[in-house]
T-cell receptor, first 116, second 112 residues
Framework: DTGVSQDPRHKITKRGQNVTFRCDPI?????LYWYRQTLGQGPEFLTY????????KSRLLSDRFSAERPKGSFSTLEIQRTEQGDSAMYLC??????????????FGSGTRLTVV | QQPVQSPQAVILREGEDAVINCSSS?????VHWYRQKHGEAPVFLMI?????EQKGHEKISASFNEKKQQSSLYLTASQLSYSGTYFC?????????????FGTGTRLKVLA
């Protein structure tokens, strides 16, 4: 297993355009998380899936953000009508979780988004 | 509300020790520690699952006080490679679902 993969690594887009990122988690993991991280800050929770079910979405997210995880495998994060404030590193992570415990939490390398 | 880490930043000479604390206003069910280098994703260091648990890996160890809702990361005889930002992470229960959040971070710089 090659770990958590994210694609693309970098994305530069014009304000107002839509972008989509992909995350391929570790296959044995049942949870998948999306985070956003800006310079000097810790990862900020966006949303997470348990298998294919999206269990929680941060109230910080506007309606322009949507995430899917069809069939409980890879996940996509789409940002519509991008704004300059969306510029950040978008991190995906997966874990094996049971009840309230996370085991083996692994991050992908992230997608760095720059909105110009 | 995210766990609060202290100190916010620390500068060490190679070979010196450091302690990083993580405190939560809500119950901690488990605590993870990560190190993140500039421009890279966070890297998992260790997990503590129950109160009183202590773990170590080489010269980095951690403890978890479930009652005080605190965890501490101990770095002994620091090396240049220890430089980076350290985050604690924990599962937080909100309305029956568990989401994973990170602490405020501690920037560590080890000088030769």
């Amino acid at each position: 297993d090659t770990g958590v993969s994210q694609d693309p690594r970098h994305k530069i887009t014009k304000r107002g355009q839509n972008v989509t990122f992909r995350c391929d988690p570790i296959s044995e993991h049942n949870r998948l998380y999306w985070y956003r991280q800006t310079l000097g800050q810790g990862p900020e929770f966006l949303t997470y899936f348990q298998n294919e079910a999206q269990l929680e979405k941060s109230r910080l997210l506007s309606d322009r953000f949507s995430a899917e995880r069809p069939k409980g495998s890879f996940s996509t994060l789409e940002i519509q009508r991008t704004e300059q404030g969306d510029s950040a590193m978008y991190l995906c992570a997966s874990s094996w979780s049971r009840d309230r415990f996370n085991y083996g939490y692994t991050f992908g390398s992230g997608t760095r988004l720059t909105v110009v | 509300q995210q766990p609060v880490q202290s100190p916010q930043a620390v500068i060490l000479r190679e070979g010196e020790d450091a302690v990083i604390n993580c405190s939560s206003s809500k119950a901690l069910y488990s605590v993870h520690w990560y190190r993140q280098k500039h421009g890279e994703a966070p890297v998992f260091l260790m997990i503590l699952l129950k109160g009183g648990e202590q773990k170590g890996h080489e010269k980095i160890s951690a403890s978890f006080n479930e009652k005080k809702q605190q965890s501490s990361l101990y770095l002994t005889a620091s090396q240049l490679s220890y430089s980076g930002t350290y985050f604690c992470g924990t599962d937080r229960s909100d309305s029956g679902t568990y989401k994973y959040i990170f602490g405020t971070g501690t920037r560590l710089k080890v000088l030769a």
